[in-house]
């Protein structure tokens, strides 16, 4: 069985002219083209946008954290923008302030005037560190440094002026930190140097105290030999004129001519005074030996009761006459340590009470004591105005001191603590009932 295919249908014909699909062709290219470039704009001026509002922010925010204060006026002094510093210094808002004249913001009428004058007479030039006082938002005047610089355009035109200021309180506080810190420094830097002169002075003290040892022990020798000659010869010379010699009377007579009697009554106090002044010499240099000693390793047996007695006659010879010390101590008040660095601590609480005391009618010192709860305990209380309450909790920190300029170095009571803290004890402070100042030193008690 066979089937026919009937022929297709012949297509219609194209309504369009020749040449007509081609320059449809290249209209929709172009359409194209000019799509992608309108694509590519759209992209560049995101681009651009995302650029400038970068660029805005970091504006916004250098003149944010800016401490001067920051105006831009007009050429008529109008304000157009102002930064978050004169925004907390005036009191007012953004708003407030723009569109508002830049002379409102000056304290009073002589200000406002001398601003004017200046920024109009110097606009072109610019004003630099010229000096105005602004009115605050609480409605107290501050002092501020102003610059002023022209705002110009292309054509050289007048355009406004850009107003910055830091205000002067700011930089005096900085300048008086400054200077504090400086004086500070100096201050320090002289204490460092007396320091260093003590260490220098104890070192010497030291080795001329082992150097006249020699020679006090050989005049007290000499004196003690000296004495017991005398002592002989006076015995001669007794036996010599209780003899039948004695009816010579060119012998007499030589002996009343040379005062022999007289000379023989005054030599044991003669030698006794040269004894005595020769064992106060030793002991004085035992003293400032033991005092500039290196410190020993082991800790000695100290008595207190001699540690205050040098210490008391060290000062007050050296002091005003008028300065009274007493001193109520039990016998034999005995701690362990070194004798050299406590006499220091007494000696440094015995100066203080008498340069405390200097200006009293009748300076003085009482120093008493006792054993309490097994310390031994040593009470300084004198007669001067007592202490400021702000500075008894910093009286003994390094270089703190109460003292003028050049009459303390702030070291003493700091090393003093310090030493009887190595000695495991405590040394404490505290204004007295009778107005003075009231040290209390307190030291394990040796129980040897």
């Not at 759209?42 to 400038?52: F, G, I, R, S, T």
């Not at 010699?245 to 009697?261: C, G, H, Q, V, Y």
Request: glycine share 8%; net charge negative; proline share 5%.
């Amino acid at each position: 069985m066979s089937t026919t295919v009937p022929p297709a249908d012949p297509l219609p014909e194209s309504p369009l002219p020749p040449g007509g699909e081609t320059a449809w062709i290249e209209v929709i290219q172009k359409m194209d083209e000019v799509y992608n470039d309108l694509l590519q704009y759209e992209v560049a001026l995101e681009e651009k946008n995302a650029a400038l509002e970068e660029s805005h922010q970091f504006i916004e925010s250098v003149l944010a954290s800016m401490s001067d204060i920051l105006i831009v006026c007009d050429r008529n002094g109008s304000i157009e923008e102002v930064n978050p510093s004169l925004r907390h210094i005036s009191g007012k808002t953004a708003e407030e302030l723009v569109h508002t004249p830049l002379f409102d913001l000056f304290a009073d009428d002589g200000e406002k005037a001398k601003a004017r004058d200046v920024f109009t007479r110097y606009a072109r030039e610019g004003v630099h560190d010229c000096e105005f006082f602004l009115r605050a938002g609480d409605g107290s005047t501050v002092p501020v440094s102003m610059n002023c610089t022209p705002r110009v355009s292309q054509t050289g035109k007048l355009m406004g002026m850009v107003v910055t200021g830091r205000p002067v309180g700011e930089l005096r506080r900085a300048y008086s930190a400054l200077r504090q810190a400086h004086d500070d420094l100096k201050r320090t830097q002289g204490q460092l140097l007396h320091a260093e002169k003590m260490v220098s002075l104890g070192r010497l003290v030291a080795g001329v105290a082992h150097e006249l040892n020699n020679p006090i022990s050989f005049v007290l020798g000499n004196v003690l030999s000296l004495k017991r000659y005398a002592s002989r010869l006076e015995s001669y010379l007794a036996a010599v004129h209780g003899s039948d010699a004695a009816e010579d009377r060119a012998l007499r007579s030589m002996r009343e001519e040379l005062r022999i009697d007289r000379i023989l009554a005054d030599m044991p106090h003669l030698i006794d005074g040269m004894i005595e002044g020769a064992e106060r010499t030793r002991d004085i240099v035992d003293a400032l030996k033991r005092f500039s000693a290196v410190d020993k390793a082991t800790p000695e047996r100290v008595n207190l009761n001699d540690v205050v007695e040098r210490s008391v006659r060290w000062v007050v010879q050296s002091a005003s006459a008028k300065f009274a010390v007493d001193i109520d101590l039990p016998p034999e008040l005995v701690c362990s340590g070194s004798s050299g660095q406590l006499q220091q601590v007494v000696m440094n609480l015995v100066q203080n009470a008498c340069d405390a005391t200097a200006r009293q009618p009748e300076p003085r010192l009482k120093v008493c004591g006792g054993v309490e709860q097994g310390m031994a305990v040593l009470r300084f209380i004198d007669n001067g105005p007592g202490i400021p309450e702000e500075h008894l909790n910093r009286l003994f920190e390094p270089f703190f001191t109460t003292k003028p300029v050049g009459q303390g170095t702030g070291l003493g009571l700091s090393i003093s603590y310090g030493i009887v803290d190595r000695h495991g004890g405590k040394l404490s402070v505290s204004n007295a009932a009778t107005g003075g100042a009231e040290f209390v030193l307190a030291l394990p008690v040796d129980s040897h």
